[in-house]
């Protein structure tokens, strides 16, 4: 190796051991763990492997990481369409409750208590047909309508944040 060679070697060296700070610094920002060594790295394409402080493993790389990406588990959840404020909230318009303590996703089985005080469990979804399959009671539509309007304009809003925070 000429010594031309060797000194863009070492130039390659270093610039891959500052990559390799950049990546880890981009990991513990988001109180992450980066799983792979510091050899596994070679190029900005390489992939990483990283915990996030959800415990969920990925792969990733420089660019990703880079441009704001993180943990696809936790980007899913982060995107849900509702929580469990929002089953409470419609629940209270039909004049009952919700009666689980989490938001799990729209096709779960939630527990559910209507004016009368019947308990039955539903899906999300499966309420906007029958509200209280005891007293076969049809959600009051115009309280279902308003409810949605108010999540889609809520949903709007929290789309505008999101994105003003992404630029």
């Excluded at 700070?21 to 510091?38: F, M, N, T, W, Y």
């Excluded at 096709?107 to 979804?125: E, V």
Aim: net charge positive; proline share 4%.
């Amino acid at each position: 190796m000429t010594q031309a060679e060797a000194a863009k070697q070492q130039q390659l060296e270093r610039r891959r051991q500052q990559m390799w700070q950049k990546i880890l610094a981009k990991v513990d920002e988001r109180d992450g763990h980066c799983l792979s060594e510091p050899h596994e790295y070679t190029n900005t394409k390489s992939k990483i492997w990283v915990q996030c402080s959800q415990g969920h493993t990925f792969a990733t790389n420089w660019y990703n990481l880079y441009t704001g990406g993180w943990c696809p588990s936790c980007g899913r959840n982060s995107i849900r369409m509702y929580t469990i404020v929002d089953l409470q909230n419609y629940a209270r318009t039909q004049g009952g409750q919700c009666l689980s303590p989490k938001y799990t996703n729209i096709n779960a089985l939630y527990d559910w208590q209507c004016k009368r005080g019947h308990r039955f469990k539903a899906i999300w979804w499966g309420i906007y047909e029958v509200w209280c399959p005891y007293c076969i009671e049809a959600p009051d539509p115009r309280a279902r309508d308003k409810f949605l309007d108010s999540l889609t304009q809520s949903g709007q809003a929290a789309h505008k944040r999101k994105s003003e925070r992404a630029s």
